[in-house]
């Protein structure tokens, strides 16, 4: 046998075969690239499945959130007319127990001293 006969038979064999594993390469090649096309599309549509339920949320607790935040500003104002009307309460309490000091010091001399209020003991 010779070189090209070799040859000739070599390439008889080996050439239906390197073709038929390049077929298989490239059909390996083209299903692993349509599996990432389809890992990205699914990853996608994963994404956009989680953003819509994300802004699903989002929706449902500013639902939930508005009465509470309506709520809480008027028991914040509530609580700052509260205050207001304590320290107003607060100034006329300590102006009495003053004016009831001031009138226990100058009552007449001889005349019985009314009694304080035992609420007041400690105040005047």
Same mark, same amino acid.
């Given at each position: 046998?010779?070189?090209?006969?070799? =040859?000739?038979?070599?390439?008889?064999? =080996?050439? /239906?075969?390197?073709?038929?594993?390049?077929? =298989? &390469?490239?059909?390996?090649?083209?299903?692993? %690239?349509? +599996? !990432?096309?389809? %890992?990205?599309?699914?990853?996608?549509?994963? *994404?956009?499945?989680?953003?819509?339920?994300? %802004?699903?949320?989002?929706? *449902?607790?500013?639902?939930? =959130?508005?009465?509470?935040?309506?709520?809480?500003? +008027?028991?914040?104002?509530?609580?700052?007319?509260? !205050?207001?009307? &304590?320290?107003?309460?607060?100034?006329?309490?300590?102006?009495?127990?003053?004016? @009831?000091?001031?009138? !226990?010091? !100058?009552? /007449?001399?001889?005349? /019985?001293? /009314?009694?304080?209020?035992?609420?007041? @003991?400690?105040?005047?």
């Amino acid at each position: 046998m010779t070189t090209t006969t070799i =040859l000739t038979m070599l390439t008889a064999i =080996l050439g /239906p075969l390197l073709g038929f594993l390049g077929g =298989l &390469y490239a059909n390996r090649v083209k299903a692993r %690239d349509d +599996s !990432r096309d389809n %890992d990205r599309e699914d990853a996608a549509a994963n *994404d956009a499945r989680w953003q819509a339920m994300l %802004d699903n949320q989002r929706k *449902d607790f500013e639902l939930l =959130l508005a009465p509470m935040r309506a709520d809480l500003e +008027s028991v914040r104002r509530e609580v700052a007319e509260l !205050r207001t009307l &304590y320290d107003r309460i607060r100034a006329l309490y300590r102006t009495a127990c003053d004016y @009831i000091r001031t009138l !226990r010091a !100058r009552w /007449p001399v001889g005349d /019985p001293v /009314p009694e304080i209020p035992t609420e007041l @003991i400690d105040e005047v």
